[in-house]
């Protein structure tokens, strides 16, 4: 759990750097308040004045499309000023530190800051030293927590299922270094998950003392036996390589959904993934483009949740 | 050809991929709300809100200050909002492909894209599989197709001349590799232009059966004799040693538009060039600067014109 | 002096790109019109409308996140578009000379250039070279000029002491490479500063001829002594080296501003420094965040002054 003090005294949400610790009714209100920023798929995006004249920077130290866009789209639709910093091409060249580029912005009249970094520990130390007006949103922390993404995912279940409590939901892949399967697990168990498994070869599978009540499971196909949902995880190259899994084409013989692999899962489970995907490593393409997937629907509610969350911590 | 169909159903605009095929009344349409868009240089720029609440995604694989901030001004000032992707920067360090990254864009609420890859083919490919009410806008492609340069440049011709038809209009050096080339001949030869020449050294002249109609000249100052319009070309060096051309010297001292040259051309002949010149390598500086030149109109009217299609596309 | 005429013929400013030889009542005016865009730290930001329909281009060929993101910031914030060019990233890569890139955005409407680039001439350069509407300002120019960071040094020591006439303000460090000294002394002087002292080491003094007026000192402690101002430089390594510096220890060993050097500057005397700061190098932590650091205020009053700045060459 985080150190940081993430509510201000009255109960309203300041930071979010982690779901850990998050009351459930703060998680309910803010995907409530996500369906009012939701749209279809082909409509045209919601938008609104709730942060209009306050500026958003948008600093990511590692490449993100996705998470970056989405972030900056979801501040600018509700009237944020929105500065994108590439800290890698800039302030970093001169040796500043991320606590000086972070003051310096903050002087330039800042409101939140949305921080991704190589190193975890950024967004919590920059949450630490802020003044108490500003915001800190993390953008996703090494293999620790990316809190938005576990919203979305809660999000994306609930409109499809109605509910999460009496779900079974596997986490497959790669959970050992997956910052979604920590802050989606965390979502899930604030909502009342009953049934959470963890899905992955022993070299992936997280240490004994982590996520605490989930079941484990050493085989893709028992692992998602009548689940509701089945979320896949991205695996990296060098994580093959760790777990001593000889390639993508082994990985993807024993741990990629298939259609076939599917079937052992209730049909009409949910097929969910983080994105990017590896499609023919830890997915097949018929089931990522096929009908039981939300993956569409899970990266148009991280701009829901996003409007949400911003909404929350600077919108008053 | 592009076999992507680019009109819809009741004859509207939905992408733009190519001029090849494009009926010349909805080219004159386009042209006309241009006039609308187009401003006097000095002036301040034209404004509105038609795109007001849409979102533009510009995603460029190749670097273009020119193509890539018209898109970016002519979208932001009739009211969309614009997400620029710098597409080598992000999503393809982790191998996800093109399609992926669209798909993503357009589930954020992303109503049009304007693309630009080094493999010509993406656009077509993004359009044949973007959702009904998305638009795709090639931003140039490959050596093929740059349908907004065309249009901009019989734009421009139009502006100082008033017609098209009755017009000599020569296109000068490597017309072989050249998007700019094709798209404009297309341009021209939508509005009825008569007689186009192609104006080249024998390596860079394109393959016979392309740009049926127009007569082919291997010498400069013939085949710009008498004409109303010298549309000058971009060389890169790579292009130079495939055509055994020495160097750049060289091909000024054969290829390169002086003042003493152009005096071929009718002596109200305008001089066009697409940018970036080579200055003293296809066009002498004088010339690039003088009198008759129309090189900033084609640049200001660029604007006008993207500002045109993304109406027509997304303005309803 | 820089040869550009800087003001109209109405005494209006046209660009800004250094303060030699500006009227102290315009510098005045500037510094009274940052103060009705100024804001406490911890507001929200001011916004208005004056730029409401131009654009501006930022064009930064170094990187920088304080001086770039403050122009956009302020831009943005009076109603201006703005579009961001990385020089190095796009038209330099095709080789296009700045003059051409500039002439494209000009022809797209842009209506003012914010310039940094290496080579400390550009921007005069393109100055002499836009249309009479178009203004150009600069974002720092080598080691010669930084306009916009004097006048937010003058407006934040009028902001704490009232008044420059009677005070005395010490430059320390690398005087010689520091656009910033020249700016700031040039800003300090033109209201009337009495006694700005010079305090570096020789290899890091000016040239005679420079700064007159100003006083020279060879050692910290001495060219501190009574100061009501201590305005810290940042040092580079290279400068070390022809400097005949050990390292950035021995630096910090004899020109470091640690707390107890600082006790020989008045008690009141303000803390100054423009970023990005070494901190251990050429300023202690202690001091750098300390009661007498007026740090912070010089980037939040940065964006007030470029507000102006803008507002002043555009906002008619």
């Not at 150190?3 to 703060?26: F, K, M, V, Y």
């Not at 993390?138 to 299922?161: E, I, M, N, W, Y």
């Not at 991205?234 to 024993?254: C, L, S």
Request: with cysteine; proline share 5%.
């Amino acid at each position: 759990m985080s150190a940081i003090p993430q509510l201000r005294n009255d109960g309203s949400l300041r930071h979010l750097l982690t779901l850990e610790g998050l009351p459930r009714a703060l998680i309910e209100r803010l995907l409530e308040r996500a369906v009012h920023w939701s749209r279809p798929l082909g409509a045209t995006a919601a938008r609104g004045t709730a942060l209009a004249g306050r500026t958003v920077a948008v600093m990511f130290a590692e490449p993100s499309t996705r998470t970056r866009v989405s972030f900056e789209l979801a501040a600018r639709r509700i009237g944020a000023e929105v500065a994108v910093i590439e800290v890698q091409l800039s302030s970093r060249l001169k040796g500043e530190s991320v606590l000086d580029t972070v003051a310096t912005l903050e002087s330039m009249h800042v409101d939140a800051f949305v921080l991704r970094d190589a190193d975890a520990t950024v967004p919590d130390l920059v949450a630490t030293h802020v003044a108490p007006h500003v915001s800190v949103l993390s953008g996703g922390a090494g293999s620790v927590t990316h809190p938005t993404q576990g919203l979305l995912d809660a999000f994306t279940v609930l409109q499809r299922k109605g509910r999460i409590e009496d779900l079974s939901i596997a986490i497959v892949g790669d959970v050992r270094h997956s910052r979604v399967a920590r802050s989606s697990w965390q979502a899930f168990a604030a909502l009342g998950a009953g049934d959470v498994r963890l899905v992955a070869p022993a070299g992936l599978m997280p240490d004994a003392g982590e996520f605490p009540g989930c079941s484990r499971h050493h085989a893709l196909e028992s692992g998602i036996a009548d689940c509701d949902v089945v979320m896949m995880l991205r695996i990296q190259k060098e994580r093959m390589v760790e777990a001593a899994i000889p390639g993508a084409e082994d990985y993807f013989a024993h741990w990629g959904l298939t259609r076939e692999r599917l079937r052992k899962a209730r049909p009409d489970a949910l097929v969910m993934h983080p994105g990017p995907m590896n499609r023919g490593v830890e997915i097949a393409s018929e089931v990522a483009d096929g009908p039981q997937s939300v993956i569409r629907d899970q990266v148009r509610n991280g701009v829901a949740v996003r409007m949400a969350v911003l909404e929350a911590v600077l919108g008053s």
